[in-house]
């Protein structure tokens, strides 16, 4: 329908030089321009016993470990114990491991099961509510008393060593970065959201990624060292928002990367008819979070501070937008179509665009 020429397998090599892919079947592509959204490569081996493969915790980051998932939680429902929640040193994408926590917690209260479970939350974050952003609103305080009410313990500035059988091994850290307290942290199931690091072929590239194979792009999403790759999303490198004890990244959140790509597909318009690449994404945050009964919304204009716009409200509203909106986007996808009239002036109405 688009004209898109579509290849279902992994690359394997990059030919930065000569502006040619090698396929896993041996095929290779050439390309005038390459743009890079490859999304991360989960780093389990960083935190020895995490992964839903060769550890003892699931993870969410994927489709297929969802469902496993699902079925060890299943498993785990007839005969429950202690859950431990956690966010790995170096994770980024906070979201995630707040949602799993409210949402295992609603659902154990529907099957009556609440009371027989304790829930504790690890994360490398310095406070409850920084979400790698440094706070967005009243983000610290709104999810530390929805935490408290649902009687969910934390620790933060935490730094998870290993993962063991039945306990998770936790430094915790003060502002210093001085270790404080050990902790063994026991559970029946787990969830630990892990760092991200460049997928292989892409870190691989001479000079086109730091060192954890992220992206280094300008401002105009374009690498610094090729001139014809771009590159949006997960995989591009963006620094944290603040030195924090326990390292955290910062997360790319799904307008964030959709403003990044629009930049792109403008700058290369603006390349093929030889004019300057100017075009620059806002960088904005809108995220809706499930809690399972109710919801938290955030919008950070721009996601990285000092910000225009630095709003947080939480409510059941967010929870049932949150299920419209997934409908609403998985209808995108379907139909091909980005950015629908209605949504780009329903938002610009709101003063929210994706490009500056």
Partial sequence: KKGIRFIGRPVTHIDAAHNR??????????YDYLVITTGPKLAFDEVPGTGPHNGHTHSVCAVDHAQTAYEAYEAFCEDPGPIVVGAMPMASCFGPVYESAFILDADLRKRKLRKHVPMTMI??????????????????????SDLRNRHIKWITNA???????????????????????????PFKFAMTLPAFRGVDPV??????????????????????????????????????????????GMPKTGYMIESMVSAIVQN??????????????????????????TGAAFVALPQIPPRNVNWFKKGKWVHYAKIAFEKYFIHKIKTGTSEPVYEKYVLRTLGIERLE
């Fill in 21 to 30: 892919l090698t396929i896993q079947d041996g095929q290779t592509v050439d």
């Fill in 123 to 144: 994360t490398s974050e310095p406070y409850i509510g920084h979400l790698g952003l440094g706070g967005v609103g009243d983000s610290k305080g709104m999810l530390e």
């Fill in 159 to 185: 730094k998870t060593t290993r993962i063991e059988a039945d306990c998770a091994l936790v430094e915790e850290y003060n502002e210093r970065g001085e270790v404080i307290k050990e902790h063994e942290v």
């Fill in 203 to 248: 870190a691989a590239v001479d000079g086109l990624c730091n060192p954890r194979g992220f992206v280094l792009i300008d401002a105009n999403q374009r690498s610094l060292k090729y001139r014809n790759i771009f590159s949006a999303g997960v995989c591009v490198a963006i620094p944290p928002v603040e030195a924090t004890p326990v390292p955290t």
């Fill in 268 to 293: 290369i318009q603006a390349d093929l008819a030889g004019q300057p690449t100017v075009a620059k994404g806002t960088w904005n945050a809108i995220c809706l979070a499930d809690m399972g009964d």
